[in-house]
């Protein structure tokens, strides 16, 4: 009993909050490893880019809210996930056209681009700002839980809960849809092909007569799908405020390297390990642990390795293991 | 000529805004904006050392801007003797237990095979982490619950406030060793993530650790290198002379500790700027520019590429805490949550980037130039915006648009940093 006791305690606050968090940060790292393989430049705008299409989503779920469409159980923001992308598709693509264009035809250095992309992320800043305000901002409706805890406990008879949120259900079904879909995408179309082909080798795909254009828009437009998909599950998981947005460029990053920049494989692994070393190195493992142990040595403190806001720490230790042993990350990304 | 000319047109325009300033608003907002523009000078001179020197790319500025202002904590306030006789030196126990830990392992890597040397490292920190844990955190505990309200922490040395400058150059420049010995040498944007990872430690740090400056119940109060204004308004010669100005005595005291505070920075600034000149202009300036545009070709040279980025990383990392540590001493408070990677490391950017990299006088003149933007754009962007709206009815949208002009800094940053960019991507004052 105390054994199931623990192994729920620790599904409850580590496992569950972890692979959702997980698939927040994988729909994020892909976003940044394909614009790194693409257009090769790390994409300091990427959490902007998040917090606008998420901010057009949350304009939309008010519209739709006002007008009594609702969903259900299911949060409305799912039906203005397509309006966020669509806004953001079209930021992209404008700022593609007006800013990113010129250096790519110059054949700037990536690091240019790096600084550039600094430059469009003040911008998106300020947009995101001007339109909805700095402030936490709360668009989720619908049911809260899937199951709380005295459902669970009636129907098991655990003296632990098992809560499961609905927004938590979603992030991993929407998560593993959209993966499911763009890896159909980038395995079995045409341009997907011709995506992969000017990120292996561009010089060879362009005389293969692939349209470097085309590939770009393309590119835009599926980072803005799957940044706004990100955006939106994470607000509804958490909140959303546009400075967080910005810091989860860190977990983001670190996940994108971790699993090997340009490798969308390696983006979705990285996105869990990330996520569950945050989450398990953050908790604060007494409970698990008095049920695990013999009374003689339950333990007297939280058992918490470190305190909660360290968990950017969390990720750059692991960061910086993986750059001084594998460089490359986990799935041998590129190393330009 | 046109060489010599551009920079003191540039820098007499600098002049003109400020004086400006004076004249059409306030002198103090002048003052105001002239001693947090030569800080800003001093940051983007240490950023200019690594870009424009060295094409490190470093976001982590917010860190050692953010150790420089502990630092006038740890130098300057006084001890608090019931919390070092609490726990104090459980406390040094338990930091020297920390890195002892650490320095075991990474002695333990480079001696033991390579079969061992992995369990044993691991074994080594994990055994390490739960003894300074298990050291450390009752005297944290007790070191914080000493007068909680008022201290609560170790404090400083109390020793003057103007020696807190240096030390937070030290302090950072030992940060910056740290990350140099584990960053450097991988690719450009490994390194600014990884730099982008410690600004936000060392900032959760600060935050977080009451027992060493309070954390987000922030010190106050810090002692100051100038006079009080209030002590100035009660001596008589001051009121006297003041009043000779045709001041009154409050606006007065006010202008004469900013102006102190200036005269103090300028100094710092110029002494920094000279250095920095001599730097480039040497032997060694040459080399680093040589790294800098091939590194290949420099290593082949016989130049020892790595150690080289270390040394200038180091240098322009101590710059950011001099300055953090002057601006931490001109705000008179530490405060861990006003620090904004926005605000500290991604504005010093657009100040080196639009001054121009690789020119000292230009990253001087973009601190200034951008700071004044920055500080201004609010105004302008507020008349600006009542001038739009003004012929619009009463609304929702009219609030929305007033209340949003806060947040055109950030637009405008951008947009500036966009536009030199593309226009004039070597700065207003181009490398020569």
Sequence with gaps: MDLLNALVALTNFVLIPAIAYGSQLALGALGVTLVYGILRFSNFAHGDTMAFGTMVAILVTWGLQSMGVSLGPLPTALLAIPFGILGCAALLLATDRVVYRFYRAQKAVPVILVIVSMGVMFVYNGITRFIIGPDTQSFADGERFLMNARQFREWTGLAEPLVIRWTQGITLVTAVIVVI???????????????RAYSDNEDLALLSGIDPEKVVRVTWLIVAALATIAGVL???????????????????????????????????????????????????WKKVLTYLLPESLAPDGLVQLLATDYKF????????????FRPTGLFRGKSV | MSNYLRPVAMLALVAVLIVGTGFVQSWN??????????????????????????????????????????????????????????????????????????AAAIVAWKTLSKKVRGWAVAGILVVG?????????????????????????LGGLG???????????????????????????LRS???????????????????????????????????????????????????????????????????????????????????????????????????????????????????????????????????????????????????????????YTFLIWVMVIVGGSGNNYGAVLGGFLIWFLWVQVEPIGQALMGFITAGMGEGWLKAHLLD????????????????????????????R
């Excluded at chain 2, 003057?160 to 960053?183: E, F, N, R, S, Y």
């Excluded at chain 2, 055109?408 to 030199?420: A, I, K, N, P």
Aim: charged residues 10%; positive net charge; contains cysteine.
């Design chain 2, 159 to 185: 020793l003057p406030v103007l020696l807190a400058w240096p030390v937070g150059g030290l302090l950072a420049a030992g940060a910056a060793w740290i990350i140099g010995k584990t960053a450097l040498g």
């Design chain 1, 234 to 284: 994470y607000g509804l998981d958490k909140s959303f405020m546009p400075f967080t947005y910005f810091q989860l460029l860190l977990p983001i990053f670190a996940a994108a390297i971790v699993g090997g920049l340009g490798s969308p494989v390696g983006a979705i692994a990285g996105g869990f390990v990330i996520a569950f070393s945050e989450v398990g190195i953050t908790y604060a």
């Design chain 2, 29 to 102: 907002s002048a003052l105001l904006i002239l001693n947090m523009g030569l800080v800003s000078a001093v940051m983007s001179l240490g950023v200019n050392l690594q870009w424009g020197f060295a094409g490190l790319f470093n976001v982590g500025v917010m860190g050692f801007v953010a150790l420089g202002g502990l630092s006038v904590v740890l130098v300057s306030m006084p001890p608090v003797p019931e919390a070092w006789s609490a726990g104090g030196a459980r406390i040094v126990a338990g930091l020297i237990l920390g890195v002892g830990a650490i």
């Design chain 2, 189 to 343: 944007d490994y390194l600014a993530i990884a730099t982008l990872g410690i600004a936000e430690i060392i900032i959760a740090i600060l935050k977080n650790e009451d027992w060493l400056a309070r954390g987000v119940k922030n010190v106050i109060g810090l002692p100051r290198p100038v006079p009080n204004e209030v002590d100035l308004q009660r001596d008589p010669g001051f009121v006297e002379s003041a009043a000779g100005w045709g001041l009154d005595p409050t606006t007065a005291s006010t202008l004469y500790v900013k102006a102190g505070y200036a005269l103090l920075f300028a100094a710092v600034l110029v002494v920094l700027l000279i250095l920095a000149q001599l730097a480039l202009k040497s032997p060694w300036g040459r080399m680093m520019r040589a790294i800098r545009d091939n590194e290949t070709a420099a290593r082949a040279m016989g130049k020892d590429v790595t150690r080289r980025h270390l040394q200038v990383f180091i240098l322009g990392s101590a710059l950011c805490g001099i300055a953090g540590a002057m601006m931490t001493t001109l705000d008179g408070q530490l405060t861990p949550q006003s620090y904004q990677p926005l605000r």
């Design chain 1, 181 to 195: 879909a763009l890896f159909w995408f980038l395995n079995r179309t045409r341009t997907g092909k011709s995506m």
């Design chain 1, 313 to 324: 720490a969390v990720s750059f230790m692991i960061l910086v293991v993986v750059l001084l």
């Design chain 2, 404 to 431: 949003s002009v806060q947040h055109m800094r950030l637009l405008t940053m951008g947009v500036v940093l966009l536009l030199v960019l593309r226009f004039s991507p070597r700065g207003l004052l181009p490398e």
């Design chain 2, 129 to 153: 982490f739960i003894l300074y844990r298990m050291v450390l955190s009752p005297a944290v505990d007790a070191v914080e619950s000493v007068n909680a309200a008022s201290t609560g922490y």
